[in-house]
């Protein structure tokens, strides 16, 4: 397997097990996730599985949803 790195094409981490918020609708519309065998998260674009993955940290993931928790993002969506 090729080294896990940002940006990557999703299709490269075949171990992956992508999952996608309740939330979502049924339009292919979602951002879904996976955590990685490095400790990492990968996210990815629904409609493009074999597109790019973003991978961060999960201290960066743990930073992200304790503002989406609190609200920060709220404005982005109003």
């Given amino acids: 397997m090729p080294k896990i790195q940002n940006g990557m094409p999703a299709k490269q981490l075949p171990n992956a097990k992508w999952r996608k918020s309740r ?12 955590p990685l065998v490095d400790g990492g998260v990968a996210v990815r674009n629904s409609r493009y599985p ?3 993955a973003l991978v961060y940290s999960r201290d960066e993931i743990a930073a992200f949803l304790n503002g989406a928790k609190d609200g920060e993002f709220d404005d982005l969506i109003a």
Avoid: I, Q, R
């Fill in 23 to 34: 939330h979502s609708g049924a339009v292919g519309n979602c951002v879904e996730l996976a």
């Fill in 50 to 52: 074999e597109g790019p």
